[in-house]
């Protein structure tokens, strides 16, 4: 199962130099890396990120995090991927752009 994780361009260019990405602010803050699986991407992006261009979908594999992914009630009552380490790049499926639309982020899952 994939689970993924939006970035600004920046915190992708600085996970692609510095090899592991520790977390955006947000991870920093509460202790864990957030992300979504494909059925909550969308709502997180708008959540989020509303109206933000440069964002990134980051796609990772869930089973590679074993015990550091922990599924946790989060918005809705639904269950969030929320991984407790950090993660290097060369875990990275694959990452694309995620363009601004109408005021909409498209997700290309592929």
Known sequence: MLI????TADQWAAWQSG????GAPVDLADGYIHTST???AQETAAKH??????LILVA???DR???ALKWEVSRGDALFPHVFRDI?????IWARPMPLVDGKHVLDFG
Not at 88 to 92: N, P, R
């Open 38 to 40: 494909a059925a909550q």
């Open 88 to 92: 290097a790049l060369s875990e990275v």
């Open 19 to 22: 090899g592991t990405f520790t």
């Open 49 to 54: 990120f509303a109206g933000q261009g440069g």
């Open 65 to 67: 995090f074993g015990d």
């Open 60 to 62: 990772l594999d869930a």
């Open 4 to 7: 993924y994780k939006i970035l």
